[in-house]
Structure formats: structure tokens, C-alpha cells
């Protein structure tokens, strides 16, 4: 159904690890797919978790994470405070967060409705 994933990283602390959904969807359609195959939209909590999920995207567009809304709420109420924006974001041109697949691969805010693919983290 043109859903594959690519290699999954677990993490250290946690039983869980990052799932790439390479089929588009709004950023709510995402939440609702990762909750019910998976265990949520992927919360980053560092540099490393960071850099793990780069590892995980191929060259492409943009694919959201858990972040959401201007006061920036992860999907799973976590408290990560880390933040990996592009320099110039972000701009207000969303309420959803996204993970450029491009060079930088920093962080945009992009309006929620837009079709994109997205991150599960996968918790057992
Ligand atoms: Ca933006």
C-alpha cells in the first residue's frame, strides 16, 4: 500500500524506536495512523535522537514530527524542549512541525493539512 519502512533505530533508554512513513498525510491523519499501527508521532528529545532520525529519511521533502502548535506540544504531552528550527523559522506558516528531508534537515512549521510523510516512534 506503498507504505515501507526504513531501518529502525532503538533507542538506548526506551524500548522504542522510529518508524518512517513514506505515505502522505495530513498531520492528524498521521498521529491517528502512528497511534493505532504503532505507539505515537516521534517526540525528539535531543541531539541524538535527532541525528538518529535524519539517518532514517531519504532525500525527498519534509515529514512531520510531534510537534504542534505554536506553543509547541509534543503529540505524546512529553516535555522535550529541544528544538532543531531552520534559522528562518519558524515563520508562523503552520501550526505543525516538519522535519526537512533536504540538506539541513532542520525544522519547519507548515500548515497541519498538508499531505506529508511522517515519523512513528514504536514502543513496546
Ligand atoms: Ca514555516
Redesign the pocket.
Known amino acids: 500500500m506503498g507504505i515501507y519502512t526504513t531501518p529502525t533505530v532503538f533507542l538506548s533508554d526506551i524500548s522504542c524506536k522510529y518508524v518512517f512513513v513514506n505515505e502522505p498525510k495530513s498531520w492528524r491523519d498521521a498521529q491517528t495512523y502512528c497511534r493505532l499501527h504503532h505507539t505515537e508521532l516521534v517526540s525528539v528529545r535531543n541531539e541524538e535522537e535527532n541525528l538518529q532520525i535524519r539517518q532514517l529519511i531519504p532525500a525527498g521533502h519534509f515529514a512531520y514530527i510531534g510537534l504542534f502548535k505554536d506553543e509547541y506540544i509534543w503529540s505524546d504531552n512529553s516535555t522535550s524542549a529541544f528544538r532543531n528550527w531552520d534559522p528562518d ?6 501550526e505543525c512541525v516538519v522535519q526537512q528531508l533536504r540538506d539541513s534537515r532542520l525544522w ?3 500548515t497541519c493539512s498538508a499531505q506529508k510523510p511522517f515519523f512513528c516512534s514504536a514502543c513496546v
Open positions: 523559522q519558524p515563520d508562523g506558516s503552520g519547519d512549521d507548515q
